[in-house]
């Protein structure tokens, strides 16, 4: 069946870069597109960015500057940087799969502090 | 970026009983394609959020039917005809017609 998980640090300090992973199984990389998308606590989910089945991204403006999304699909991962984390990026990180968003990860809890 | 609001921000009812929550958005969500991409998820407490429904009205295959989706261009409702106990959790609506795709801040709903 369809499966998203996430995995990466749980806590980050200020100015440095987060890297995540998304390891997907049954289905392909080249075949849907996996979004990434974060929650801090308490609020609504933001939508950050997104690889393409065939290999393209797009991002949410907001981010763009200091976000990648890349993927490795021999190894059926997606991978995600964000660079200049300040504490406002604390929360949960999700990846999920297609333009519905239809299948979500468990997500990854995510601290920025010192 | 498009704004979506939803009211209410809770409800609180006793199972059995019908609940409505809004969504509009601050563009129209119709298109070039003619399809109108507002979508509902569910987060139920503790859980990573789940599909429910897509292009304003059709249900995913396990949602069950008592859960209804309507609306057009920027107003759209989600409801329940009778919440039962698994409904509990934050409603989200999100469109994905315009990027960034953007979400609604949540409408809570609490079992008595």
């Known amino acids: 069946q369809v499966q998203l998980k996430e995995s990466g640090p749980g806590l980050v300090q200020p100015s440095e870069t987060l890297s995540l992973t998304c390891t997907v199984s049954?289905?392909?990389?080249?075949?849907?597109?996996v979004s990434w998308v974060r929650q801090p606590s308490g609020k609504g989910p933001e939508w950050m960015g997104r690889?393409?089945?065939?290999?393209?991204?797009a991002y949410n403006s907001a981010l763009k500057s200091r976000l990648s999304i890349s993927r490795d699909t021999s190894k059926n991962q997606v991978f995600l940087k964000m660079n200049s984390l300040q504490t406002d990026d604390t929360g949960t990180y999700y990846c999920?799969?297609?333009?519905?968003?239809?299948?979500w990860g468990q997500g990854v809890m995510v601290t920025v502090s010192s | 970026d498009v704004v979506m609001t939803q009211t209410p921000v809770s409800l609180s009812l006793a199972i059995g009983q019908p609940a409505s929550i809004s969504c509009k958005s601050s563009?129209?969500?119709?298109?070039?394609?003619?399809?109108?991409?507002l979508n509902w998820i569910l987060q139920r407490p503790g859980q990573s959020p789940k599909r429910l429904i897509y292009?304003?009205?059709k249900l995913y295959s396990e949602v069950p039917d008592r859960f209804s989706g309507s609306g057009s261009e920027t107003e759209f409702t989600l409801k329940i005809s009778r919440v039962e106990a698994e409904d509990l959790g934050v409603y989200y609506c999100?469109?994905?017609?315009?990027?960034?795709?953007?979400f609604g801040s949540g409408t809570k709903l609490e079992i008595k």
């Open positions: 999100w469109q994905g017609t315009h990027f960034p795709l953007t």
């Open positions: 999920t799969r297609d333009l519905g968003l239809s299948y």
């Open positions: 563009q129209s969500l119709l298109g070039t394609s003619g399809k109108t991409f």
């Open positions: 292009q304003v009205s």
């Open positions: 690889m393409w089945y065939d290999g393209d991204t």
């Open positions: 049954g289905f392909s990389l080249t075949s849907y597109s």
